[in-house]
């Protein structure tokens, strides 16, 4: 039997066996296996962005690209997943500030 998971809220929950377990989100740990999805036309827009500015805020990708600023952040979230894009964030004294979003090699993109 294979293990099924939806989000709920920040939180992920993975049933199996009939069996619910809690998981979080890891902002800074990428999963072991990416959840499946096709590339659309907002990622190339991402992808375009952040090609063209080298580094880009969260916040100017959202201005950026245009659109719901939650998908966008959805889908960087993605393709930070998918290994397409990095990302980091300054430290701070409670949280951290907004993810910064980079290109790391272009071997990545060589199939």
Not at 20 to 30: E, G, I, P, T
Not at 35 to 47: M, N, V
Not at 98 to 109: I, N, T, V
Request: hydrophobic share 40%; aromatic share 16%; net charge positive.
């Amino acid at each position: 039997m294979q293990a099924r998971s939806f989000p709920i809220g920040c939180q992920y929950v993975i049933q199996f066996r009939n069996q619910f377990l809690w998981q979080r989100f890891s902002k800074f740990v990428r999963p072991h296996e990416p959840r499946p999805g096709e590339i659309t036309d907002r990622d190339l827009d991402i992808l375009d962005g952040v090609l063209r500015y080298r580094f880009c805020a969260a916040s100017q990708l959202v201005r950026l690209v245009g659109g719901n600023e939650d998908v966008t952040h959805r889908r960087l979230r993605r393709l930070w997943e998918w290994q397409l894009l990095n990302r980091w964030a300054f430290p701070g004294i409670r949280t951290h500030s907004e993810f910064y979003y980079y290109l790391d090699s272009r071997a990545q993109w060589i199939c």
